[in-house]
């Protein structure tokens, strides 16, 4: 399988098709984004930012470089990339809807192996310093810092969208993907990282039963939970865990020092890996 560029970006301030001129992108009407040296592409108005520097920092992108390169997270990318290529067209585009540091393209493009087929790939993150980073490691991909609530790509262009772990908006992502395209949603399980939760709260709220809807124009196909032991050795992959989990701004001072003083952890990773296929519009 070849990896192709992505011909399906939209105009982030009117949603007209992009076609790519030099070193920058451009709309029928004019308006015009950079391509940045290191190959990414910004479509993120400054009016629909919601801060200065919107999501994760450039601290926070490279502790998840460094623990997910490692491969702790390894097979939680060999089931998203088996269930993006099951019955994949032979000319297929893939979406990563906060994709932060592209990890999981990149691990999804190490698996296409078929012949005769071709894969374009997007990997969209509000954070410039994941797409930057992303950028850096693999330039197959486009790369584009964007937000999901108002994704830079053509209507019912997609035949594959990743969330992972992320914020989906189910209205966007219907207007994205074709009749037939998939969405493939990665959340928390009830068990994942519970050690490290129990060290760094004193008090683990109870969980919330699973009521995992089908979002509005979507039939659910299936779902399968990966789960696995994980030890980590040493402060320094600790502290990078901790870094790209919500829960480092969630704990306290007290429960981040606790965490600070490990040197080894066993924590259990315990994922839900749900599968939507996108309605044929009424």
């Known amino acids: 399988m070849s990896i192709t560029p992505f011909q399906a970006l939209a105009c982030p301030l009117d949603g007209a098709p992009l076609y790519c001129q030099g070193t920058s992108w451009r709309c029928a009407a004019g308006h015009s984004f950079d391509i940045a040296a290191q190959g990414y592409t910004h479509l993120l108005p400054v009016q629909k930012k919601r801060s200065l520097d919107?999501?994760?920092?450039?601290?926070?992108?490279?502790?998840?470089?460094?623990?997910?390169?490692?491969?702790?997270?390894?097979?939680?990318?060999?089931?998203?990339?088996?269930?993006?290529?099951?019955?994949?067209?032979?000319?297929?585009?893939?979406?990563?809807?906060?994709?932060?540091?592209?990890?999981?393209?990149?691990?999804?493009?190490?698996?296409?192996?078929?012949?005769?087929?071709?894969?374009?790939?997007?990997?969209?993150?509000?954070?410039?310093?994941?797409?930057?980073?992303?950028?850096?490691?693999?330039?197959?991909?486009?790369?584009?810092?964007?937000?999901?609530?108002?994704?830079?790509?053509?209507?019912?262009?997609?035949?594959?969208?990743?969330?992972?772990?992320?914020?989906?908006?189910?209205?966007?992502?219907?207007?994205?993907?074709?009749?037939?395209?998939?969405?493939?949603?990665?959340?928390?399980?009830?068990?994942?990282?519970?050690?490290?939760?129990?060290?760094?709260?004193?008090?683990?709220?109870?969980?919330?039963?699973?009521?995992?809807?089908?979002?509005?124009?979507?039939?659910?196909?299936d779902s399968e939970s990966v789960r696995f032991p994980l030890d980590l050795s040493g402060q320094e992959q600790i502290a990078d865990l901790l870094a790209m989990t919500p829960h480092l701004y969630r704990a306290s001072a007290e429960g981040r020092a606790r965490a600070a003083a490990l040197t080894a952890l066993s924590v259990t990773v315990d994922v839900r890996l749900t599968c939507f296929v996108r309605n044929a519009a009424d």
């Open 54 to 221: 919107p999501g994760d920092s450039k601290e926070m992108v490279a502790a998840r470089r460094r623990f997910l390169n490692a491969g702790n997270y390894q097979p939680i990318a060999a089931a998203v990339s088996r269930a993006v290529l099951a019955d994949l067209p032979a000319a297929a585009s893939c979406l990563d809807a906060g994709c932060g540091e592209g990890y999981y393209m990149r691990q999804l493009a190490a698996a296409t192996t078929a012949d005769g087929q071709s894969l374009a790939m997007l990997g969209l993150d509000i954070s410039k310093w994941a797409v930057l980073s992303a950028a850096k490691q693999d330039k197959r991909p486009n790369w584009v810092v964007g937000s999901n609530a108002n994704l830079p790509v053509l209507p019912g262009t997609l035949d594959r969208l990743l969330c992972m772990f992320g914020f989906p908006v189910y209205g966007e992502f219907a207007r994205v993907l074709k009749a037939g395209g998939r969405l493939l949603q990665v959340d928390a399980g009830p068990d994942h990282l519970r050690e490290l939760r129990e060290i760094i709260y004193p008090v683990l709220k109870p969980e919330r039963p699973a009521d995992q809807q089908t979002p509005a124009g979507f039939t659910s196909l």
